[in-house]
Nanobody
Framework: QVQLVESGGGLVQAGGSLRLSCAASGRTFSSYAMGWFRQTPGKREFVAAITGSGTITYYADSVKGRFTISRDNAKNTVYLQMNSLKPEDTAVYYC?????????????????WGQGTQVTVSS
């Protein structure tokens, strides 16, 4: 029911910044909590999440103080501002939409996923 398209990935040096965007289809975007996850060959891990109204956010300990999730419901878009990037942040980043509003830090909570965008941080 919901289509998600990520953009903004690329190659950046350690200490640099990137902003990822996720554009969503549908009339009920504000009803969905949104999350960002990242995939490496070894694992898929939670990065950040935001409630439908944008009033509550969640972050993995590894990105607190460096990443910021936000959303613009008028544009049906969620963002991930990534600052002070480290080589350990290298991964494919996925945007996801959750209609259940339960367990926002878990992969299973999300109903729809984008295609992913590659982020590579060089040292």
């Amino acid at each position: 029911q919901v289509q998600l398209v990520e953009s903004g990935g690329g190659l950046v040096q350690a200490g640099g910044s990137l902003r990822l965007s996720c554009a969503a289809s549908g009339r009920t975007f504000s009803s969905y909590a949104m999350g960002w996850f990242r995939q490496t060959p070894g694992k898929r891990e939670f990065v950040a999440a935001i409630t439908g109204s944008g009033t509550i956010t969640y972050y993995a300990d590894s990105v607190k103080g460096r990443f910021t999730i936000s959303r613009d419901n008028a544009k049906n878009t969620v963002y991930l501002q990534m600052n002070s990037l480290k080589p350990e942040d290298t991964a494919v980043y996925y945007c996801a939409a959750d209609r259940t509003t339960v367990g926002l830090t878990t992969t299973r909570a999300y109903d729809y996923w984008g295609q992913g965008t590659q982020v590579t941080v060089s040292s």
